[in-house]
Nanobody, 126 residues
Framework: QVQLVESGGGLVQAGGSLRLSCAASGRTFNNYPMGWFRQAPGKEREFVGGISWSGGSTYYSASVKGRFTISRDNAKNTMYLQMNSLNPEDPAVYYC???????????????????WGQGTQVTVSS
């Protein structure tokens, strides 16, 4: 099994940057896709993007494409979400996710993502 722990959340000014980390443990980390979801108050849970097991391919939702970057360092068992040009639509609890099967990394299907972290809060001030 896989355990996921997010960190790096906090308060940042609009237009600023923040990098989230997801520390993973378990034997499947290096072999399966990972990704990020977020949920803001009053909004549905949104798929931010995903990354292939090797880190060679990524997918981003239209709302973050061009501003956010997902990467992973399998040697450190860590995935990252670099968030740039943060705006008032970005505040949310961000969740790290990992699959336990397949190769898909761009799906928003909640059921596909087997493992979920507890989330880390991102707050954007004007």
């Amino acid at each position: 099994q896989v355990q996921l722990v997010e960190s790096g959340g906090g308060l940042v000014q609009a237009g600023g940057s923040l990098r989230l980390s997801c520390a993973a443990s378990g034997r499947t980390f290096n072999n399966y896709p990972m990704g990020w979801f977020r949920q803001a108050p009053g909004k549905e849970r949104e798929f931010v993007g995903g990354i292939s097991w090797s880190g060679g391919s990524t997918y981003y939702s239209a709302s973050v494409k061009g501003r956010f970057t997902i990467s992973r360092d399998n040697a450190k068992n860590t995935m990252y979400l670099q968030m740039n040009s943060l705006n008032p639509e970005d505040p949310a609890v961000y969740y790290c996710v990992a699959a336990d099967r397949g190769t898909y990394y761009g799906t928003a299907n909640w059921n596909y993502w087997r493992y979920w972290g507890q989330g880390t809060q991102v707050t954007v001030s004007s």
